[in-house]
């Protein structure tokens, strides 16, 4: 680490690379404002990490239309100036706040400050995201056939962590064709059967 915090692991990530090259200054201000507030800085995901004490407080990362500042615990702060945004509608705990230009971070700079420090108070009040049950997840057509044809595929499907289960019931429903869920079920069973998740 540099006196400043900065970890050098990350220059890389900072002044190299598509992501870097499109939002240099954003992600510059963005660093400078994050490291203000005392986090230590690590390359997770191959991007900015921000940590407390080893547990994830925000990310930085870019997109094609924006860059953004991403909440792991962003479901729990209060949002008093409605700028947080769920990225779809699966995603529980996360939340991010978007720009698009450097003008808008450096004015905003306050109450990203405020935001960042209520995420480091919930983490060390210890709040936990309350999420949905894995059986509240609907169970698409196409996969529940495949379970019940294959007793092997559903004792390997119930083996999973309930974070491996989610990640599959959700891949499994997003398609509105069912040819496709079809085709994504097929691929996906000797994985499951392997006792491996969707990114494994």
């Not at 049950?133 to 169970?139: A, C, E, G, L, P």
Request: charged share 25%; glycine share 6%.
């Amino acid at each position: 680490m540099t006196h400043d915090g900065r970890n050098p692991r990350l220059d890389g990530f900072f002044l190299k690379g598509e992501e870097a090259n499109r939002w240099q200054e954003e992600f510059g201000a963005l660093r400078r404002i994050i490291l203000d507030c005392h986090l230590t800085e690590e390359l997770k995901w191959m991007h900015p990490c921000y940590t407390l004490d080893g547990k994830n407080i925000v990310l930085i990362h870019g997109f094609r239309d924006y860059c953004a500042v991403l909440f792991f615990k962003g479901a729990l702060l209060q949002d008093p100036h409605g700028i947080l945004v769920r990225q779809t509608e699966n995603v529980q705990a996360e939340r991010q706040v978007r720009f698009t230009h450097v003008r808008e971070i450096i004015a905003m700079e306050s109450v990203l400050n405020e935001y960042i420090r209520e995420a480091i108070a919930v983490e060390k009040a210890g709040l936990q995201v309350e999420y949905k049950k894995t059986t509240s997840f609907t169970i698409p057509d196409e996969f529940q056939s495949q379970l019940d044809a294959m007793p092997a595929l559903k004792t390997a499907f119930d083996a999973l962590t309930p974070g491996r289960q989610r990640a599959y019931l959700l891949y499994f429903s997003q398609p509105k064709q069912s040819k496709t869920r079809l085709a994504r079920v097929a691929k996906c069973v000797p994985q499951i059967l392997a006792g491996k998740g969707l990114d494994d």
